[in-house]
């Protein structure tokens, strides 16, 4: 079972060095790159002050968060949530970092990276997109993913929308099966006869108008997203 966890937080500055600490933590779970309906969620009470600008962004603050937990109240929960998971992160090493550093107050839990393997859509769009802007909102700009309702910085949201990033970039043969692990094993249990007879007793398919140009638009779109579409590079190499 390929169990995957769009993970984001929101903190109090952007150096956990300096002391800042995580205020929200999102999390959207996808099983074989689907989503389940489950999520993690939690505002947390950073038992200090916002750094300036940092209120702005999350529409948060110190007063705002008085009253939920603390970190180490919701830290086991959070752990038996992702453990396990390949983590899909936007810059991972800033949330990471802020993460090992709230487990580090506590002592004894480890790091996340000893629980989970890391995806990080930013080196990944880096990669993809070399030379071009590749924040959240230009990739859902270039992806045609909807992120209208992101107005202030949510950690939720934010893991919503980079779960609909993560999808449009990494999608084309994942979305037909070549990404599927149990092809392999639902190939070698089909058992196909092939009976060669005369020519003119085929039966032929003939292929719509319309459908001929959804299959092309299909292919095209998948291209755009992917970077690459096999079906059109082999008909490529054909021609």
Not at 33 to 53: A, V, W
Not at 88 to 109: K, M, S, T
Not at 129 to 147: E, I, T
Not at 180 to 191: G, M
Request: proline fraction near 3%; hydrophobic fraction near 40%.
């Amino acid at each position: 079972m390929n169990r995957q966890i769009v993970l984001d937080t929101e903190t109090t500055g952007l150096e956990w060095q300096k002391g800042n600490r995580v205020v929200e933590i999102g999390c959207v779970e996808l099983i074989e790159r689907r989503p389940t309906g489950r999520t993690f969620h939690r505002y947390l009470n950073p038992e200090r002050e916002f750094e300036q600008g940092a209120e702005e962004v999350t529409g948060l603050s110190l007063a705002r968060l008085i009253n939920e937990p603390r970190f180490a109240e919701v830290a086991e929960e959070f752990l038996a949530f992702i453990d396990g998971a390949e983590l899909i992160i936007h810059n991972a090493a800033f949330d990471l970092g802020f993460l090992n550093f709230e487990l580090e107050q506590l002592g004894g839990l480890g790091r996340i990276e000893d629980r989970c393997t890391i995806e990080d859509t930013l080196a990944m769009a880096r990669k993809r997109y070399p030379g071009q802007r590749n924040s959240l909102d230009a990739l859902c700009k270039r992806l045609d993913v909807d992120n209208s309702q992101r107005q202030l910085h949510g950690a939720l949201l934010d893991a919503q929308i980079l779960m609909d990033v993560y999808l449009a970039m990494t999608s084309g043969q994942h979305e037909i099966g070549f990404g599927n692990v149990d092809a392999p094993q639902a190939a070698d249990a089909a058992v196909l006869e092939v009976v060669v007879g005369d020519a003119a007793s085929r039966p032929r398919v003939r292929v719509a108008t319309d459908e001929a140009e959804a299959h092309a638009a299909r292919l095209a779109g998948l291209e755009k997203k992917s970077g690459r579409c096999l079906w059109l590079a082999l008909e490529a190499d054909a021609a």
